[in-house]
């Protein structure tokens, strides 16, 4: 026996960038979250060559779960040419070796910022989702120690007294994007915030969402086949962006999510979120064979 | 036949701590009541007639001795009987009549007069014609009905008190002093109700200042003044 | 000549609130010790007591708030069985929530001042599992008006309403659900006089109307002697005498009593 037996190589880097106790410490969190859905777990959020608010939850979710033969599709508000969305792509990619793609029926792993793509994902697909604030009583109670509690005892009377109030204020729900909702009957999360639009696309859903805050130290997630319900009044049904309609300017795609773009004469000009799917809009109707995907909205409705 | 009441060496006293003193209100009195039997008590001022009245309706307690009333449910001891079962006998066997009207902040006079009836189970309309029957009885004016009898004068409230306590026939009525600040005609309506129940089988004990104005009613008559000594001069306790 | 709780009965009736034995000591103050009370049906129960008698700290323990020593405490409705001392965390709120009304002296304790009153009212219905928005605003609405709170301030922060007010979204709140049992510590005191008569008379009327079962805590006689039909006093965490509340007003037995009652003119 030797000292050279017994020690590794040395490598300035572990394998997709984090160390392996901390890997060990995500998945160990990740799987809490899974057994207990929609309830937060704290866990020990490591340092990444990124500020803390920019998505360090979600990255170390992907670090963790990464292997090289994973494809990676990394979007930020739908798009997957913004800035952020590209370097944390080219740093995914480069600790880990895994191809990276842009089309959502290709990719293994999906982390976003605050939007679902338009394509249904699959059983074997994870979306990682960039959390900023996971507790969705921090307006009702901004003490954490007490909304634990609330959360343990199922105490949401004043999450529901909120909307209430907004109802009677307002005449209709103000929340637009986090909606807080009902995970497997138990739990109320915030689904990040992502708009309303989006929130359907999580229950019952095939595939596995994590959700990450690397600056608030919280995972939770949804498992394949669990309930996501919006909290809503009986008598005061859910209701989504009023997208139905629009059309994106770029590429004639009708009936999804929009990026409303002020015009200078103040009206306003729209472009499909989900970037990809205007793309392959566009290369359809020049006549390549694209494969577009089942989306969840058809014809501007949520259809499951 | 049994006594609807039957008193066994009753005698109550008060103990005035602060004092160090005890007093004694009266000692080892004993009588039976049959239904429809009107018993006058009397005696000189403190003798302790209006003591002996609460004491049967438990707004005093009794120191020693039994008071057995026969009620609708058995025989029980007022003197021991278990609160709940007080409150049951009073809003339905046990009637206690003085001259202080409870009158409760908005609550019209009719509304007030018609209460034993509507909680003894009766129909609130019903309970309120009849309410009005009785306020016309005793020469309450008409417009005065739906009014606050907390606005009323003394006589007025008392006319309200008597015919909210006179509407449902009990089986004990107890009567304190009920002919104060009432007007002639009131009087004579009060002993003309007073007559139909005493008719119907009410058995009723009375304190009266004036017991001519019931001597057609009185069966029998006890005299509560101590032999001895008499008693001296004593306040009732506030209300 | 004293009275037993188990004197011999004539009627069946069944207390609603049945409490033995209590005692709590907070280390080697001993708040309550052995104090038995009931409560029948629809019937108001006055405590009354100075500062420092305990009546606040049984009242805590008749809300759940407060696990005593020793003690048990039942409340004879159709689910619900056993000792709630017993009850755990859940089955605790869950009695409450849905059971159980309470008054607090200090509304800060029993409302949320900053969101709305109808909000305050609809809090307690959304515990309970209530979900429609329309039936949440009539049932506000309604609890509201019975408690004789002006409607048209039914929107307002109860930080922006006078204390009388405030004890009127109180009792709305308390008397949303329909509870079996409503408890009041000190209703009323800290209001002004004349506010104070309108409260009493508001909480007189809501219990002739709906028979509602009330245990209310006073340290002023005059609220209890208004209120109540059966009176318990209490001293130095015991209970000196009980009865019904014309016959301890009246006749007075325990040396504590007479001096309480005299001391009024």
């Known amino acids: 026996m030797s000292l050279k037996s017994l020690t590794r190589e040395w490598e300035p880097m572990s394998y997709g960038f984090l160390d392996a106790s901390a890997k060990r410490e995500v998945r160990r969190k990740m799987l809490k979250a899974i057994a207990v ?245 566009i290369r359809l109707a020049e006549g390549a064979r694209v494969e577009m995907g089942k989306t969840w909205y058809r014809n501007g409705e949520f259809s499951q | 036949m049994t006594h609807v009441l039957d008193v066994r060496a009753l005698s109550k006293s008060f103990t005035m701590h602060h004092l160090g003193r005890r007093m004694q209100a009266f000692s080892d009195i004993s009588f039976t009541l049959d239904a429809g039997e009107f018993l006058l008590l009397r005696g000189q001022n403190g003798a302790g007639k209006s003591t002996l009245l609460r004491t049967l309706y438990r707004s005093y307690l009794a120191g020693a001795g039994q008071i057995l009333f026969q009620s609708r449910h058995g025989q029980i001891d007022l003197a021991r009987a278990a609160d709940v079962d007080i409150t049951h006998l009073r809003r339905s066997e046990i009637g206690f009549v003085t001259q202080f009207l409870i009158a409760r902040p908005r609550v019209s006079a009719e509304a007030l007069v018609a209460e034993p009836l509507r909680l003894a189970g009766k129909a609130s309309d019903e309970a309120l014609d009849e309410a009005r029957h009785w306020l016309s009885a005793f020469g309450v004016k008409r417009d005065l009905w739906p009014a606050y009898p907390t606005t009323f004068s003394g006589g007025e409230q008392q006319k309200v008190n008597l015919a909210r306590a006179l509407i449902l026939p009990q089986c004990l009525l107890l009567l304190d002093e009920p002919t104060a600040s009432l007007d002639v005609s009131a009087r004579a309506a009060l002993v003309r109700r007073l007559a139909d129940l005493k008719a119907s089988g009410t058995a009723m004990i009375g304190v009266f200042h004036h017991p001519g104005d019931v001597a057609s009613l009185i069966d029998r008559e006890i005299d509560l003044t101590p032999k001895g000594e008499p008693q001296e001069e004593r306040e009732d306790v506030a209300f | 000549m004293t009275l037993s709780l188990d004197a011999p009965r004539l009627v069946t009736t069944q207390p609603l609130l049945t409490a033995r034995d209590v005692s709590k000591s907070y280390g080697a103050v001993q708040a309550l010790r052995n104090v038995s009370a009931t409560a029948y049906p629809g019937e108001v129960l006055g405590i009354v007591g100075e500062s420092g008698s305990g009546k606040s700290t049984f009242l805590r323990c008749l809300n759940l708030e407060e696990t005593p020593d020793t003690g048990s405490y039942t409340l004879d409705l159709p689910d619900v069985q056993g000792n709630l001392f017993d009850l755990d965390r859940f089955g605790r709120r869950m009695l409450c929530a849905k059971r159980i009304g309470i008054v607090y002296q200090n509304p800060h304790l029993g409302l949320l001042m900053t969101h709305s009153s109808s909000g305050n009212v609809a809090e307690r219905l959304l515990i309970a599992g209530e979900r429609s928005f329309a039936t949440l605003r009539a049932k506000a609405r309604g609890a509201l008006e019975a408690s004789e709170f002006p409607l048209e301030r039914m929107d307002a922060p109860p930080i922006e309403l006078s204390g009388g007010m405030q004890q009127r979204v109180q009792l709305a709140k308390a008397i949303a659900l329909e509870p079996a049992l409503l408890l009041l ?34 340290h002023d006689l005059g609220v209890i002697r208004t209120m109540s039909d059966r009176v318990m006093v209490m001293r130095r965490g015991e209970v000196v005498e009980a009865g019904l509340a014309d016959q301890v007003f009246q006749d007075p037995q325990h040396a504590y009593t007479q001096q309480l009652v005299h001391a009024k003119l």
């Open chain 3, 185 to 218: 510590d000190e209703p009323t005191t800290g209001l002004d006089v004349s506010v104070q008569a309108l409260v009493l008379d508001t909480l007189k009327r809501l219990q002739a109307e709906r028979r509602i079962t009330m245990v209310i805590v006073s």
């Open chain 1, 37 to 281: 859905p929609g309830c937060q777990m704290p866990y020990a959020s490591r340092e990444v060559p990124m500020a803390r608010g920019w998505g360090t939850g979600g990255l170390q979710v992907s670090c963790t779960l990464l292997n090289p033969r994973m494809s990676i599709k990394v979007i930020d508000q739908g798009a997957d040419d913004s800035v952020n969305a590209v370097s944390i792509r080219k740093f995914l990619a480069r600790v880990s070796g895994a191809p990276v793609t842009m089309n959502t029926l290709e990719a293994d792993l999906i982390q976003s910022r605050h939007r679902i793509p338009e394509e249904v994902l699959r059983a074997d697909q994870v979306l990682v989702l960039q959390v900023p604030n996971p507790e969705p009583l921090r307006s009702v109670q901004p003490n954490l120690s007490i909304a634990r509690q609330m959360h343990a005892d199922a105490d949401y009377g004043r999450m529901w007294l909120q909307l209430y109030e907004q109802i009677v204020r307002s005449g209709r729900v103000m929340q637009g994007a986090s909606y807080p909702s009902l995970v497997n009957g138990r739990f109320v999360m915030t689904p990040s915030p992502i708009p309303r639009w989006d929130v359907p696309k999580l229950n019952m859903a095939n595939h596995l969402t994590i959700l990450s805050a690397g600056r608030e130290k919280r995972i939770h997630a949804v498992p394949p086949f669990t309930r996501v319900e919006p909290l809503v009044f009986d008598d005061v049904p859910y209701r989504v962006e009023e997208h139905g309609a629009l059309v994106c300017h770029r590429s004639g795609a009708k009936g999804f999510f929009m990026n409303e773009i002020p015009q200078d004469d103040g009206s306003s000009s729209y472009e499909v979120s989900d970037s990809e799917w205007g793309v392959k809009t």
